[in-house]
Structure formats: C-alpha cells, structure tokens
C-alpha cells in the first residue's frame, strides 16, 4: 500500500484483482499470474480486513471460508420450477427427440425428396453433480438453493458463498436486476482424490464417487467443512430473470460467461440431429480425458423463442434431453448373497461383491431383485460375475462367467427364517381369475409373516408412515425412527401418539428443546387429509396416487375399509388384484387394531364426505354380472340379461324356460347361469355385492347426483404453472368437488385454464384457441365464491 493509499482504497484494489485473477482462472482457464502471487494478494487482502473489520463486506474474497454451523436449512420454493429432462438412451431415442421437435414447431421432416429442416441444438456434457439455483440481485449472490423436489429446494446460500469459481458479486454491468443462474456443482477427479485420501489418512469414510461427495459437501450445516471441499460450478441456463437476456441458449450462456459464471468449455453448436450424434461420440471417446464425471451429453434447441413454443410436458421439458451413455460393466467375484427385509416383508437377495471400480463407482452391492432373476442368472456364490451400472446409477449383475466357477460355489438359497425376526418365510402365490374359476400360480416374491412383530418391516413401516408425502412428521427421520423402535417405544404406528417427553429426551441426540419440537411435530400431524392417511397405512400396491383416488371416490375411512374388491374396481385403475390386496388390508385383525389405536389417540382424518357425485350410481346390473365372471356370459350377455330381468334378484331366481326365451344366448350360456346362481354362496355373493352398492350410492337404482347439480358441471379446467397457497393436487380436488373435469392437456372444449408462475405451453395454447385465463388470485376469488 503506498503513502497515498488510505486502507479502504488499497482494500478495494486487492478485491477488483483477486476477483479478475479468480475470472480469469476459472471462467477463462487463462490464468495470469503464478499461485505464489495469487497468494501473496490475498494474505495481503486479510491482514488488511482483519486491522479494519469495518471494511469486511459479505463479497469480498475472504468470506469464502464458512460461518457458525447451522440447526437446519431452511426451505426455498422455486419461482420457476426445476424440471428434470428426458432421458435418451439409444441413437433412436435422440432421432426420435428430433423429430417431435420439429413436428411440435411445424418445421418440415423431410420425405424422399428432402432431408426436412433441420434444428440448431446447443450441445454440452451432462456432469455427474448436484443441480442448484444461485440468485442474484442487483449484481450481488443472495441465495443458493438445491434443486430439491423441482418445486421446492434448501436453502444453502451460506454453503455455495464458499464454492470458490462461484462470483460473489457478478462482472459487468449489464446484467438483469433479478438473475436466477441455474448449474451443476461438482467435485472434479482430482480434487475427490485428494479428498478421499484425507479422510483415510483421518480415519473417515471414503466417499463412494465425486456426486456424493459433491452432494454431502454441499448439505453440511457447517458450512467451514463445504470450504474446505474442492468443488466447483458449472452454469448451464437461467431460471427467473427480470431483465433481456440473448434469444439463443448459447447466447444466454456466453452472457453468463461475461458476467463471471463458469460455463462449460465443452459448449458447442450443432446443426441437426445428426451434428448432435458426432458430438456424443466425440464426448464419449474423450469421457475418460475429462478433468470431471460425466455421464451423458445434454441437447438443447438452441433457440429461446422455439423453446417456449414446444413448451413442457408433465415435468420435463420437450425442447431438451439428456443423452445418457451406455452402461459401463466390469468383472468381480460374487462373495456372498445376503437377504434384505422390506416393508411389506418382500426378502429381496443383494450381492455382496468384491469391490470394483464400475464408472467411476466403486460397487461392493448389486441387486439380483428376486429368486426368479437368481435362476435366470445361474449364478451361485463364488463365481465370477459381470456387473453393469444401469444408466449410470443401480449396480447390477448382468451375467455368469461360467468357465470361471470355482469347484467351491455354493447355490443361492433363500432363507426359510426371516434374518431379522425368525418367522416364517413363505413364497407368494398369484391368483388369476376368470370366467368361473380361479388359478394358482407362484409368484417371484417371498415374504416374512412376521409382520410389524419383525423389526425390519416394523421399522419400514413406520419410515413409510412419518415420510413427507404420508403424515409429513418433520424430524422423523430414519435413525431416530430405528432408536423408537429399538428402546421398544414404538412397536406400530399408534404408539408414535403415546411418545412422552422423558421417552424422547432419553433417545441420543435429544436435548429438551428438539424432544419438544418432535413431540409437536408429532402433535402437528394429527389431523392428515384422508389420502394422506391412506397411503400412509401402507397398504400393499397402493401407492399415493391410488390412495387419493379411494379418498376422493369413496369419501371416508369407513367405506374403504369396508368395500368389497367386486365394488372396489368400478373406481377407475383399481384392478382385481389390488382391490383384494386393500380388502385384506383392512379385513386384517392387526390393522384394524393399529387404525383403531390411531384414532383412540388423536388422529382426526380431515376432508372425508359422500361418495364423490361422479360415482354415484355409477354401477350397472349389466357390469355386474359381467364382473361375477360367470362362465360363457360376456359383456353382450350381462347386458341383454339386464334389459331382460332389470333386476338382480330376477335374474338369480330365472329358470330355464325364462332364460332359454333371451335372443342369442345360447344353451351353454343359459346353463352355465343357471349352474352358477344354483350354488348358494354365489348367489350370497351377488347379493351382497348389490347391497354395498346400494349402501355406498354407486347402485344403479340410486340417486344420480353427477355433476348436474354443482356449479362447475360440464366444465374443464387445466392446471399449469406453480400455485403458491396450495397445491396442484388439492386445486384438483376443490374442483373436482365443484363438478369440474380437470385436464391435463388445453383444447377449444376447455373452460378455464388456471396459470400460476412458471407456466409455459398451456398458456400460450390457451391464449392461442380464447381460452379463459385465470392467475392465481382470481382462481381463488373465483373459489371462494363458488364454495360459499
């Protein structure tokens, strides 16, 4: 610092070059000056910071190094939703990517007089990291986040300060007030190298690859162990951003690259479909080369105005793919075949294997999915298998060398004790069911009977039943949820309600602030929406979607515990094999006592009703029989047996003069009826399937209460976008109740499309045909009156 030089001025000078020499060191890869200098700038930098803590500001260099640790990371909702991309795993799949962008913006395809137009794609490595969101306002990085659930990420701005090629403040001065940056954050090769043999010189645990490295360095809530970590970003697009950006992807990209954001150098233009097969071979050869992992190449059209035309489907968008590479094999020993216990009491077999290197991977486990894939693979312990890592994520063995079978291999066998809890293990039977019969086959799957008396299932279930999309009991985790069921605290899901303060403050880990905060988290859940409750019982095959179709359908806890599986499968993508798997469920003496249990101690189901108008007398005498499965009576038959009789009990007591009187049913038909109603329990069991539809409103006899009389009957709606005061499900479901048809797709039939942030091609088609157009707050004026 010369004479002239106040510190404020010389402190200034220093952070204008360490931040030119940081640009031009990982954004160019044109580093100016030795690593000696750098450093000699910066100590300069914290001694002068550390005699005038005054001058310290948030982006300065220095404060790359962490603060306090955090209790928890927060949450953050992302204005515009991170979606996921496809997935291209053959040259097909990427021809086939091609085409639909072309058709989906009306360009020609080509016949055999001509090639067609053809795209321009920008074309860049798909690294193997963590997707973030980095937000910057006026210049300056105000929150980073994880991509999360693509709605909703953490909030780890504190840890991505210490990322060291992330800016703090951005170059330039042209850049949009609000800038949203999305990229990928990732530990090079040579930096998780080094990191794993620090942690074995320590006598910590190596990390399995550079994701999970990236992955857990960047979730620390001490954020000094983030600094310390040799990570890096890559910026591959923008999310929200209030201000002009170039109308090419490419071009958005080098603005970023102007503003002090790292790109990648791999970033190339493609004409074509066929230029974009040249890049992923030329990627691939030089994969290994790359200072970084890598597990496929990302297309994107490279033009922003096309983007927005083709728009999204579901959760990914139909302007971008990601072209994954074949899945890398190598060969290792099987050492052994162990049995895991799931939460249903699936005893699924999991190699245990010799350590390999497989993509970048080190694999020791592999799934062999169940004893039917065991017998297809002819493997036995000891020989030597080869192992393929699908699509670059799940270890699996793909096959047997068999000239390599040691005279010491041992046949796989699975257990006939549970490993866990000693019961029983049985072998799952499939039932198929036809016209007048039933047959037996054996299924793939073998279960322990054990039930929540087995720990692994007991401590599955209760995982499954605190999960987010259950009863969303925060701070329920795994572990805590294993020491419950350990100590003997909690042996089903009731006994979480029962859970006192000094059982919770005994646990390790627990003081008394986060024993009262679990007690209310626990508290807090008590009163879960019926579809939550339901898939939260964990009834076999029954997965979220399913668990709000039977709340939405049959209104109550009471009726679907009741309903027969020949009623069950009038609710639409409920077959006849998970309507006996529900009816079991609640037919099971011990579940009926946990739900009792449950309810005793406070659990008040929310939003149960009527059965939904849409399946009121939604039932027909016709579809009746036809689902009796009587032997030799089809649709036809059900249905001119119904316009015949017009009743059930008409038709069981028919004799055979009556029947032999209906045009076009044969005699073998007629007889098999006949044959069929003579046995009593089959005509018990008709009668009382006719019962329960009319008990539950779904008869055809019974009131029509459709949609005629609600105030949104007729009409279709669609949903886009992000809605912040609820979600999309429950919209969905208050206009469903309205008498609404929700859609997933805008055509000149529909009424109404909701629009909330982020909405993209079902808007603009909306706006295309003069559809109404509702935003968010005029969706919920307009509810709020129509549910008054």
């Given at each position: ?157 504190t840890n991505v300060r210490t990322v060291r090629n992330i800016p703090l403040k951005l170059h330039g001065s042209d850049w949009p007030a609000v800038l949203e940056v999305r990229g990928e954050i990732y530990m090079p090769k040579a930096g998780f190298e080094a990191l794993n043999a620090r942690q074995l010189e320590t006598g910590g645990k190596p990390f399995a690859n550079p994701r999970n490295a990236a992955a857990g360095s960047l979730r620390q809530l001490d954020s000094k162990i ?414 001119r047996l119904a316009d015949r009789f017009g009743s059930l009990e008409a038709i069981i007591g028919a004799d055979w003069l009556d029947l032999r009187q209906i045009e076009r049913l044969n005699e073998k038909a007629a007889r098999a009826l006949r044959d069929y109603f003579d046995e009593p329990a089959n005509a018990a069991r008709a009668r009382v399937i006719e019962a329960q539809l009319k008990e539950f409103g779904m008869h055809w006899q019974s009131e029509r209460k459709a949609a ?81």
């Open positions: 610092m010369t004479s002239a030089q106040t510190a404020a001025e010389r402190i200034a000078e220093l952070r204008s070059d360490i931040d030119a020499h940081n640009y031009r060191y990982y954004v160019l890869d044109e580093p100016s000056v030795p690593d000696a200098e750098y450093d000699r700038l910066f100590k300069e930098l914290k001694a002068l910071e550390a005699e005038h803590p005054e001058l310290v500001t948030p982006d300065s260099p220095t404060q790359r190094v962490g603060g306090a640790a955090l209790a928890a990371f927060g949450q953050v909702r992302h204005e515009v939703p991170m979606l996921s991309l496809g997935n291209a795993f053959e040259e097909r799949d990427l021809i086939d990517f091609d085409r639909r962008a072309r058709e989906g913006l009306d360009l020609p395809t080509g016949d055999l007089l001509g090639e067609g137009a053809e795209l321009e794609y920008s074309c860049e490595p798909k690294l193997d990291g963590l997707a973030v969101s980095l937000l910057y306002e006026n210049g300056r990085l105000v929150r980073g986040a994880t991509r999360g659930d693509g709605s909703t990420g953490e909030d780890i701005s983030t600094a310390s970590r040799p990570l890096e970003l890559c910026a591959y697009g923008v999310g929200r951003s209030d201000g002009d950006l170039p109308d090419t992807h490419i071009g958005i990209l080098e603005a970023l690259k102007k503003w002090g954001l790292p790109i990648s150098r791999e970033l190339r233009l493609a004409k074509g479909v066929e230029q974009c097969r040249d890049y992923f071979r030329d990627i691939g050869e030089k994969r290994d080369a790359l200072p970084y992992e890598i597990d496929g190449v990302v297309f994107k059209v490279n033009s922003v105005g096309q983007q927005r035309e083709l728009g999204f489907r579901a959760r990914e968008p139909r302007w971008a793919i990601a072209h994954k590479f074949a899945a890398r094999e190598e060969v290792t020993e099987l050492l052994d075949v162990e049995f895991q216990v799931g939460r249903t009491g699936a005893i699924t077999p999991v190699a245990r294997l010799k350590p390999v290197q497989v993509a970048g991977v080190t694999v020791s486990n592999a799934t062999l999915h169940n004893m039917d894939e065991v017998a297809r693979l002819g493997v036995m312990i000891g020989d030597t298998v080869i192992v393929r890592r699908a699509g670059d994520v799940i270890p699996q063995i793909l096959g047997v060398i068999p000239e390599r079978r040691p005279e010491s291999a041992r046949e796989v066998h699975v257990p006939e004790q549970c490993p866990v809890c000693g019961s029983a293990v049985e072998r799952t039977q499939l039932i198929k069911r036809s016209k007048g019969r039933e047959s037996f086959s054996e299924g793939s799957i073998y279960r322990c009977v054990g039930r929540l008396a087995c720990q692994a299932q007991l401590k599955q279930a209760i995982i499954h039943f605190v999960s987010r999309r259950a009863m969303d009991i925060d701070g329920l985790g795994d572990k805590i949820v294993e020491q419950l069921v350990d100590a003997g605290l909690v042996g089903s899901p009731a006994d979480l309600y029962s859970l006192s303060f000094e059982q919770v403050l005994a646990l390790e880990g627990f003081a008394e602030v986060s024993s009262r905060n679990l007690l209310k988290a626990i508290d807090d859940s008590r009163m879960p929406s019926l579809a939550r409750f339901i898939f939260a019982l964990g009834i076999p095959d029954v997965g979220e979607g399913t668990a709000k179709l039977l709340a939405r359908a049959l209104g109550s806890l009471d009726r679907i515990a009741c309903a027969l599986p020949d009623v069950l499968v009038y609710l639409p993508d409920i077959g006849l094999e998970v309507a006996h798997e529900i009816h079991s469920f609640f037919q099971d003496e011990h579940n009926q006592l946990v739900i009792r249990q449950l309810r005793e101690r406070g659990v008040e189901l929310q939003e149960e009703g009527d059965v939904h108008p849409e399946f009121a007398a939604c039932a027909t005498l016709a579809g009746l029989l036809d689902n009796l499965n009587i032997p030799f009576i089809a649709a036809t038959g059900a249905q005629e009389g609600l105030p949104l009957a007729g009409q279709t709606w669609v949903l886009t976008g992000t809605l912040e005061a609820m979600s999309r499900d429950e919209a969905k479901a208050r206009l469903e109740a309205l008498g609404a048809k929700v859609s997933g797709s805008v055509s000149a039939k529909t009424s109404v499309v909701v629009a909330g942030p982020g909405a993209g091609s079902k808007l603009i088609k909306a706006n295309e045909l003069g559809v109404a157009v509702d935003d968010e707050a005029a969706f919920l004026k307009r509810l709020a009156s129509l549910e008054a």
